[in-house]
């Protein structure tokens, strides 16, 4: 009897491992990079909203040519107006419209068929492995731009097309990383243990390789795939390749700004630069914050 | 102890292909072995005499192709009687040349997928295993009483999360971890191995299987750690009366666990019998492998007289490359002219020479 009181006892001290205490555990500075990230995020997402729902301070396609290259604040301008005399900050906003449900796209793409290949290859192994590994290679060893350029060429300059490819040029990362991961696991004879102990073929995939072992790897992967969305199309803009005008994308923005840069109209082609530089900063922090609070890299 | 018997292996043959080579492993050949209700059966025998194969085929674990080829492992309890292997044959085509096999065709998906549903009542409620290499067999990702109150979910009555949760600590307390709420929220990382074999053995008998199978429950730990864990298994027996299957190379263990000893030496058990007639016996009636094996054990004469040890000369058999004669021919130091050429040529049949004590060696037929 002395047994179940002890057992009653300990029952009423264990406490829930909720998510709280990882929470506390996390270094400041973490705290810091996720709360910043989290801030970019929300005003991405806010940004998109906005857009959609046409609430913007002026009309972005609206031209004014009597004020052409307005400096900031000038008539209401709170961004200043650009070549075509266009409000800068409502063409800001607009211009994340570019990115948001293209970029999702790209990283579902990648995080799906790179999970299926990567689970395909690590937990059947043999042959199936060997095919994987080699078209993961081939796609890998394509130059990405190339690869978007002849797209483009061959379609049109359509930023879908485009994310598509950033996609699928992703999965052979994502691939190895979870094949990675479940060689990690067998070499270990975990998979082994848990078969032994009964579970499921797909509980021990679903849950504790991807769900508990996959987890930071697709958040980072998710956040990292944003920054390099907006990148790549910046580069593409660049080239004259990305978003066409008069549709306003951050790349678009900075690249018909550059010609008046030497006119000493900097703000043209700068604040979509910096909205750029935060932004991918913002992506790239957090994924980093949540990866060693997830970890518990720094605290442990 | 009653009489029921739990798991009865007839038989059991599992080979690997080695591509490579081109000839088969074989590294179970007609092994046959018996467990009674509450009984602990400890398998004896080197690296390599295939003790750990038996236990994977009997948890369905050997998907290498082709695997286990045939045999019946029948298991019986709460009356469940099956045989492990039933209908498997059909996915398993052999050629036999002289009565062994020499080739075979398997279909492995489908033996796989039969395998699956034969099992999937059975493995972790019915047979548990704990394996060598405690720390690696756990997720490394996840907290141990998380792990362990998934097992108890998987394999109990108990679904309710919170009641899982009581129920693992209890275990982690059955199980002599210290501070078991401290532990509880602990990744495996972060506990040494012996607390991790500990948390192994509350996983396994959450579920209080019928059958725990034990492979090398102490390899892997510390000489002091090994001990703490062996007593663990003994209190638990005590208390649990679980019926074990205890698998390792260290006499020690064996002679302190088991009520009953299978030796066992390339792929085939060579002597079984009862722990007093085969670890301690007087009359020394003994296969000659376990006599050998006996001598390495230092005792106190040893380091008094200064004698050295006695190791058994030569390399464990190659599985790949088995003589026609005695698996343990070649090393054998108490070959005589009356059996040499038995001995060479023929395989002995298990012979019982005192009851319930089966000995397979040539020295125990009289001509």
């Known amino acids: 009897m002395t047994g179940m009181k002890q057992y009653a006892q300990a029952s009423l001290m264990v406490t829930d491992p909720s998510s709280r205490s990882m929470w506390k555990q996390?270094?400041?500075?973490?705290?810091?990079?996720?709360?910043?990230?989290?801030?970019?995020?929300?005003?991405?997402?806010?940004?998109?909203?906005?857009?959609?729902?046409?609430?913007?301070?002026?009309?972005?396609?609206?031209?004014?040519?009597?004020?052409?290259?307005?400096?900031?604040?000038?008539?209401?301008?709170?961004?200043?107006?650009?070549?075509?005399?266009?409000?800068?900050?409502?063409?800001?906003?607009?211009?994340?419209?570019?990115?948001?449900?293209?970029?999702?796209?790209?990283?579902?793409?990648?995080?799906t068929l790179g999970t299926v290949f990567g689970v395909l290859a690590g937990y059947r192994g043999g042959g199936v492995e060997t095919a994987v590994l080699y078209l993961g290679n081939l796609v890998d060893s394509f130059p990405r731009l190339v690869l978007i350029l002849l797209v483009i060429a061959a379609f049109k300059p359509d930023i879908y097309y485009i994310m598509i490819i950033v996609g699928l040029t992703n999965v052979p990362n994502v691939l190895s990383q979870v094949k990675g991961k479940i060689n990690f696991l067998k070499q270990k004879n975990f998979i082994e243990a848990a078969v032994a102990l009964g579970l499921k073929n797909r509980v021990i995939i679903f849950k504790h390789i991807l769900w508990y072992n996959c987890?930071?790897?697709?958040?980072?992967?998710?956040?990292?795939?944003?920054?390099?969305?907006?990148?790549?199309?910046?580069?593409?803009?660049?080239?004259?390749?990305?978003?066409?005008?008069?549709?306003?994308?951050?790349?678009?923005?900075?690249?018909?700004?550059?010609?008046?840069?030497?006119?000493?109209?900097?703000?043209?082609?700068?604040?979509?630069?910096?909205?750029?530089?935060?932004?991918?900063?913002?992506?790239?922090?957090?994924?980093?914050?949540?990866?060693?609070?997830?970890?518990?890299?720094?605290?442990? | 102890m009653s009489e029921t018997?739990?798991?009865?292996?007839?038989?059991l043959h599992t080979f690997f292909y080695a591509r490579s080579k081109q000839a088969f492993v074989r590294a179970v050949e007609g092994v046959d072995l018996e467990i009674m209700q509450g009984e602990t059966l400890g398998v004896l025998g080197e690296s390599g005499s295939g003790k750990t194969i038996t236990a994977l085929s009997v948890m369905g674990l050997v998907s290498?192709?082709?695997?286990?080829?045939?045999?019946?492992?029948?298991?019986?309890?709460?009356?469940?009687?099956?045989?492990?292997?039933?209908?498997?044959?059909?996915?398993?085509?052999?050629?036999?040349?002289?009565g062994r096999i020499m080739a075979v065709q398997k279909d492995c998906g489908g033996w796989q997928r039969k395998t699956e549903r034969l099992m999937g009542d059975i493995r972790g409620k019915e047979i548990a295993m704990i394996f060598q290499n405690p720390q690696s067999s756990l997720n490394p990702f996840v907290t141990v009483g998380k792990q362990i109150t998934e097992a108890v979910q998987l394999n109990t009555e108990i679904k309710n999360s919170r009641e899982a949760q009581q129920r693992a600590l209890h275990w982690l307390e059955r199980?002599?971890?210290?501070?078991?709420?401290?532990?509880?929220?602990?990744?495996?990382?972060?506990?040494?191995?012996?607390?991790?074999?500990?948390?192994?053995?509350?996983?396994?008998?959450?579920?209080?299987?019928?059958?725990?199978?034990?492979?090398?429950?102490?390899?892997?730990?510390?000489?002091?750690?090994?001990?703490?864990?062996?007593?663990?298994?003994?209190?638990?027996?005590?208390?649990?009366?679980?019926?074990?299957?205890?698998?390792?190379?260290?006499?020690?263990?064996?002679?302190?666990?088991?009520?009953?000893?299978?030796v066992m030496y390339g792929g085939r058990v060579m002597e079984s019998g009862s722990v007093q007639e085969i670890l301690r016996s007087k009359d020394g009636s003994n296969h000659p492998y376990t006599t050998a094996l006996l001598g390495c054990i230092p005792e106190e004469k040893h380091i008094k007289d200064k004698i050295t040890l006695q190791a058994i000369e030569g390399d464990v058999i190659d599985t790949m490359n088995i003589p026609g004669g005695c698996r343990f021919y070649p090393r054998c130091n108490q070959k005589n002219d009356r059996i040499n050429q038995s001995c060479k040529e023929h395989e002995p049949a298990l012979k019982e020479i005192s009851p319930g004590h089966w000995v397979r060696c040539w020295l125990y037929y009289d001509e």
């Open chain 2, 175 to 262: 199980v002599k971890i210290d501070s078991p709420r401290l532990r509880y929220h602990n990744h495996p990382y972060g506990l040494s191995g012996g607390m991790c074999q500990r948390v192994m053995i509350a996983m396994a008998l959450a579920a209080e299987p019928s059958l725990l199978i034990a492979d090398e429950p102490t390899t892997g730990l510390d000489a002091t750690i090994q001990a703490k864990v062996v007593e663990l298994l003994m209190e638990l027996k005590a208390v649990l009366n679980t019926t074990t299957m205890l698998i390792s190379h260290d006499m020690e263990v064996i002679g302190r666990l088991s009520d009953r000893v299978a």
């Open chain 1, 215 to 300: 987890r930071s790897l697709f958040i980072i992967q998710a956040t990292l795939g944003m920054a390099e969305v907006i990148l790549i199309e910046t580069s593409l803009s660049y080239l004259g390749f990305g978003v066409q005008e008069p549709i306003p994308s951050w790349g678009n923005m900075v690249q018909s700004g550059a010609n008046y840069l030497l006119q000493g109209k900097f703000w043209l082609s700068t604040t979509p630069a910096l909205a750029i530089l935060f932004t991918i900063l913002g992506f790239h922090l957090l994924g980093d914050g949540l990866n060693n609070i997830l970890e518990g890299r720094r605290s442990t």
């Open chain 1, 26 to 111: 996390a270094a400041a500075i973490d705290l810091l990079y996720v709360g910043y990230g989290l801030f970019i995020v929300s005003l991405v997402v806010l940004s998109y909203i906005l857009g959609s729902l046409n609430f913007l301070p002026h009309n972005p396609q609206e031209m004014d040519l009597s004020l052409l290259m307005a400096p900031p604040g000038v008539a209401g301008h709170l961004l200043g107006t650009d070549f075509m005399g266009r409000d800068i900050l409502s063409r800001l906003i607009v211009g994340i419209q570019a990115y948001f449900v293209p970029g999702l796209l790209a990283i579902a793409i990648a995080i």
């Open chain 2, 5 to 11: 018997i739990i798991l009865r292996i007839e038989n």
């Open chain 2, 64 to 98: 290498t192709e082709p695997g286990v080829i045939s045999g019946k492992i029948e298991f019986s309890s709460k009356g469940l009687q099956q045989n492990l292997l039933q209908d498997l044959d059909q996915y398993v085509q052999h050629q036999r040349k002289n």
